[in-house]
């Protein structure tokens, strides 16, 4: 295995008692995250991309499963190669915030409020290394150096309340990062802080990335995040990856008409004033998305066959997929 | 916090100024009269007007309030009327049979519902949750003169044994002093659990929703850590907050249950005060509890801040 993360046929299941099926709310996901890559996970809310990441850690949280036949492999920096749905969760636990590491959406929730920044940051050192504490403090006290956190030795000593989301954040991906970890995954990041802030955090970000050999998930809705930050993204729609390619490719050739209206939704300064495009309809909620192509309903293009029968994900150019019969292999031909 | 706590204790004194008089117009106004407990209701007026002057209950309540209160503030809560024993020592040596009634209560209530109730709200669900939620409801619902009764019954019955009688002081013999305290403690802690159970997995279940619960966890938690160090502990503040006012109401006598096991409590003093209208025995001990319970939710609200330091008193 040549790649960090390997997620094949990955399904995630919501069960629904004992008689009936389970809803899968992300269905056949293949991602492949190379080492040092920054990939991009982009999509509306409620299409599965958040959850596909929370699998990855194994944090799926009640009653969610992933699906028979999911397959999510890591490689570690020791070249062993580990099957995340298959390890037992005393496994799981070395693997969480040590090689793979979170950080969440909401800055202001995601500590704890009862505990300093320290006693927060040293945890993390605490589960995974064996540092006195006065090599814990040293540690943390760098580490907020490093996110450029002003006064660190008055932070350390600082509860969650007394700081602002943006600094909050700061910790967050200090916490994330502390374990020089191996695979990042930001779950929108900047979506709860304010525009000025979420600058700041993404320069944050794309700075420590050089010195740290880290891959990065980035998980947003926001395609002017992916833009800034990510070299390779994968556009969810409803549970599936419906197109797949470098970031320069998307915003040059998007192939998928979703992906397209996405782009063409993007306000931007500058220009004539014109309406704002707006996707029609709305999404399918999970359990029914019938047999056809699960966008065809709000789709300009759609025809008889995409009611008829799902496209599947195919490379349309050299590492470009999309699922859409419009660039469906022997097309072409046909025309 | 020094301030903060003077002032709460100041707090204390227009409290039980309202308690003090709402009590002692409450024993002039129920029917009955403790001349009449004491001659009968046959006696002659001259008679009763002859104890009356001796209790001092011939003068006008204001001036009856006034001497009853002021010889409170000199520490001075009078004397019974059917007795004549002083009734501040009575108060205090009654108060440690409640008070040791209360501590064991507590701590069996605590060790059967806080580890019950987290387990309750981790295994959401499960059978083990319905079992606890079930003894939960038991336990709120099930009177504890019923369980008392139920448990004499069944330890006679089944085993033979009966409870001690004659209550002796923990320092004189702590382990008759034990076998005494043990089942109506039991009884208490078993009906105070529920509803601290209960307390406890809803409150644990809505903070393990939370964020930073799966923060705790990305970072390579332990079930133990997440649950213990940061799910309890975030939960404790309603938790505490019921088991400060469950321990002020014990702390007021647990009537019905020492009347049951005849343990000579608080609840039981100021019952039969109430049943002779021992005027200032009933005064003294209603003016006690109050005090107490005040005291205990003033503590309550310091250990909020010690536990939490979102909250603060400065």
């Given at each position: 295995m040549e790649h960090l993360l390997e997620l094949r046929n990955l399904s995630i299941d919501l069960p629904r008692g004992k008689r009936q099926s389970p809803v899968k709310l992300v269905e056949g996901v293949d991602l492949t995250v190379r080492k040092k890559q920054n990939f991009g996970v982009v999509g509306e809310s409620g299409c599965g991309k958040s959850i596909t990441c929370s699998a990855i850690m194994g944090l799926l949280s009640y009653p969610l499963t992933v699906g028979a036949g999911s397959s999510i492999r890591f490689l570690k920096e020791n070249g062993e190669e580990l099957e995340i749905t298959s390890l037992s969760p005393a496994e799981l636990r070395k693997l969480r915030g040590k090689d793979i590491s979170m950080i969440f959406q909401e800055p202001m929730t995601a500590l704890d409020p009862m505990y300093t920044i320290e006693e927060q940051i040293n945890e993390t050192l605490r589960f995974h290394t064996s540092l006195s504490k006065p090599e814990m403090h040293e540690a943390a006290l760098a580490m907020l150096k490093k996110v450029k956190i002003p006064r660190p030795e008055q932070i350390l000593k600082d509860y969650p309340h007394h700081l602002s989301g943006g600094m909050l954040q700061r910790v967050m991906i200090a916490i994330a990062l502390i374990n020089n970890p191996r695979l990042l995954i930001a779950d929108e990041p900047t979506t709860a802080l304010d525009v000025t802030i979420q600058a700041q955090i993404l320069d944050l970000m794309n700075e420590l990335r050089e010195s740290y050999d880290t891959s990065v998930i980035m998980i947003t809705h926001d395609l002017g995040v992916i833009a800034e930050t990510c070299e390779e993204v994968a556009v969810f729609y409803a549970g599936q990856v419906v197109e797949q390619a470098s970031v320069e490719e998307i915003f040059r050739a998007a192939?998928?008409?979703?992906?397209?209206?996405?782009?063409?939704?993007?306000?931007?300064?500058?220009?004539?004033?014109?309406?704002?495009?707006?996707?029609?309809?709305?999404?399918?909620?999970?359990?029914?998305?019938?047999?056809?192509?699960?966008?065809?309903?709000?789709?300009e293009y759609c025809e008889s066959r995409c009611r008829e029968s799902a496209p599947a994900l195919t490379e349309i150019s050299p590492g470009h997929l999309c699922r859409c019969w419009l660039h469906a292999p022997g097309k072409e031909a046909a025309q | 916090m020094k301030n903060y706590i003077l002032r709460r204790i100041l707090q204390v004194v227009p409290?039980?100024?309202?308690?003090?008089?709402?009590?002692?117009?409450?024993?002039?106004?129920?029917?009955?009269?403790?001349?009449?407990?004491?001659?009968?209701?046959?006696?002659?007026?001259?008679?009763?007007?002859?104890?009356?002057?001796?209790?001092?209950?011939?003068?006008?309540?204001?001036?009856?309030?006034?001497?009853?209160?002021?010889?409170?503030?000199?520490?001075?809560?009078?004397?019974?009327?059917?007795?004549?024993?002083?009734?501040?020592?009575?108060?205090?040596?009654?108060?440690?049979?409640?008070?040791?009634l209360t501590i064991l209560a507590a701590f069996i209530s605590w060790i059967i519902a806080?580890?019950?109730?987290?387990?309750?709200?981790?295994?959401?669900?499960?059978?083990?949750?319905?079992?606890?939620?079930?003894?939960?409801?038991?336990?709120?619902?099930?009177?504890?003169?019923?369980?008392?009764?139920?448990?004499?019954?069944?330890l006679s019955l089944a085993f033979s044994y009966f409870p001690p009688l004659g209550y002796v002081g923990f320092l004189e013999d702590p382990l008759r002093n034990l076998q005494i305290m043990i089942l109506p403690a039991a009884i208490l802690g078993v009906t105070i659990s529920g509803s601290v159970m209960r307390m406890t997995r809803s409150s644990v279940l809505e903070v393990l929703r939370q964020d930073f619960i799966k923060t705790v966890r990305a970072k390579g938690a332990s079930e133990r850590v997440a649950i213990f160090r940061h799910a309890l502990r975030n939960a404790l503040i309603p938790i505490i907050t019921l088991i400060g006012m469950q321990i002020g109401s014990l702390l007021g006598g647990a009537v019905i249950v020492e009347q049951i096991f005849s343990l000579p409590g608080l609840g039981q003093m100021t019952l039969t005060g109430i049943n002779q209208r021992d005027y200032p025995v009933v005064q003294g001990c209603v003016l006690f509890i109050a005090f107490i319970y005040v005291l205990v939710n003033l503590l309550t609200d310091l250990l909020y801040a010690y536990i939490d330091p979102r909250i603060s008193y400065d």
């Open positions: 192939a998928h008409p979703y992906t397209a209206g996405l782009l063409k939704s993007v306000t931007s300064l500058g220009g004539e004033e014109k309406m704002l495009y707006t996707i029609q309809g709305a999404v399918p909620t999970a359990g029914n998305f019938g047999q056809g192509c699960r966008f065809a309903d709000r789709c | 409290v039980l100024i309202g308690i003090s008089i709402l009590i002692f117009a409450v024993m002039k106004m129920i029917p009955g009269d403790v001349i009449s407990g004491i001659l009968g209701v046959e006696a002659t007026p001259e008679l009763r007007a002859q104890l009356a002057a001796k209790y001092g209950l011939d003068r006008p309540y204001l001036v009856q309030y006034l001497d009853w209160i002021g010889g409170v503030l000199h520490g001075d809560f009078g004397e019974s009327i059917r007795t004549s024993a002083p009734i501040l020592p009575e108060i205090l040596s009654r108060f440690k049979v409640t008070a040791e806080i580890p019950l109730g987290v387990l309750a709200a981790v295994k959401r669900n499960t059978l083990a949750d319905r079992f606890v939620r079930v003894f939960a409801l038991l336990g709120v619902s099930v009177p504890n003169f019923a369980l008392s009764i139920l448990l004499i019954l069944v």
